[in-house]
């Protein structure tokens, strides 16, 4: 029997209390296997070294912010689900994330429990697609 692997997810914050906060939570916590990026070009690297099952994007990172990191990883992972976790949660910040194909706009103050519920709803809804995806069971001698 399979072991069930560890959910991977990758956390870009220049902010360094913040990346060991959420590594914390995510890994004590939740169980899931945490990788980390100071940056967007970081990121970007993480994921296509990686493939995470959720990425956690601060919006405002020097180099690249998070929208433009969030069009690049989509890129390279398209499925992938992407929380952009800000201090600059504004209607306007969450339009334009939703048109870079970010599942979930968090601001920073819902650290803790509202970001963990968020990243489980996006692990389950990334399981229930590839359950509808995989191919159907053949019975029978492979050919």
Not at 40 to 60: M, N, Q, S, T, Y
Request: glycine share 8%; with cysteine; proline share 7%.
């Amino acid at each position: 029997m399979l072991g069930v692997m560890a959910k991977n997810i990758l956390i870009a914050d220049d902010n360094q209390l913040v990346r060991n906060l959420l590594r914390i939570m995510l890994e004590h916590d939740a169980g899931w296997a945490v990788t980390e990026a100071i940056d967007g070009p970081g990121a970007i690297a993480k994921a296509r070294e990686r493939r995470p099952d959720v990425v956690i994007l601060d919006f405002a990172m020097p180099g690249m912010d998070g929208l433009n990191a969030a069009r690049e990883i989509l890129q390279i992972c398209p499925s992938v689900p992407i929380v952009l976790f800000t201090l600059y949660d504004s209607p306007e910040n969450t339009l334009a994330a939703k048109a870079a194909g970010v599942s979930r706009v968090l601001p920073k103050t819902a650290a803790g429990l509202p970001l963990l519920r968020a990243v489980e709803e996006l692990l389950a809804q990334g399981s229930q697609a590839a359950a509808r995806e995989a191919p159907a069971k053949v019975d029978g001698p492979l050919g």
